[in-house]
């Protein structure tokens, strides 16, 4: 299995704030008209500007959302507009990559805008639940094939479901979910997510519930409940 990139060779958490930014003043938006339409606190959307927080997968498809951009747009590519017979390569290694809490990305074919599918190269860092602060969950669906190292895919409906190198899984990506290695390696996995197939913009992502004070998240329950 090829060794995961490292933040030296992907986007820096600032380069991505810089075009966080620049899509949110391209719009005439302020931080906070942006946090409305992003569905993202303003705090959040203002650290990841300032290079202060590397946002997770569910965070940059409000983003993106929000503020009516390409995915892709946010790693420096400019996407290909839609077009009849379109088709995207992308060599080894060659993605658009990110890091972000208990995953390494690399987005594959971002030269095309608004597509029905993102692909991903995914290496899971995380190898417990105690690296995630809440459910990943947003609009689509998702599929997973592993090839490399073991996964679990933690899920808020059902058990944890164990795959091995060759398996795979398809999923309601409104479901809670998170995932993690329970190889020693980080598992390295091929995850692919429904994207804009209506040409346009993703409509406004399923907003995990506020956690009350006082009060403990399913995730936390979860944690606790594997545990025993």
Request: proline share 4%; with cysteine; charged share 25%.
């Amino acid at each position: 299995m090829d060794a995961p990139f490292t933040e030296r060779n992907g986007p820096t958490s600032a380069n991505l704030g810089r075009r966080v930014r620049a899509a949110r003043l391209a719009h005439d938006l302020t931080l906070d008209m942006a946090s409305r339409l992003c569905g993202v606190s303003r705090s959040t959307l203002s650290k990841i500007e300032n290079g202060l927080m590397s946002p997770t997968f569910d965070v940059l498809r409000k983003i993106v959302a929000g503020l009516k951009i390409d995915l892709a747009e946010l790693f420096g590519s400019a996407p290909k507009a839609n077009a009849g017979g379109r088709r995207a390569l992308t060599r080894k290694d060659a993605g658009e990559r990110h890091t972000y809490q208990g995953y390494q990305m690399e987005l594959l074919a971002t030269d095309l805008a608004h597509k029905t599918m993102l692909p991903f190269r995914l290496w899971l860092t995380a190898h417990s639940l105690d690296a995630f602060d809440d459910w990943e969950r947003h609009e689509g669906e998702e599929f997973l094939y592993v090839l490399g190292g073991s996964v679990c895919l933690y899920s808020e409906l059902y058990a944890p479901t164990y795959l091995e190198t060759g398996d795979s899984l398809y999923f309601d990506s409104r479901t809670g979910h998170a995932a993690v290695s329970t190889s020693k390696e980080d598992a390295e996995v091929l995850w692919m997510a429904t994207g804009d197939a209506g040409g346009g913009p993703q409509p406004a992502v399923v907003v995990a519930p506020t956690i009350a004070p006082g009060t403990t998240s399913r995730l936390a329950r979860q944690r606790t409940r594997y545990r025993r």
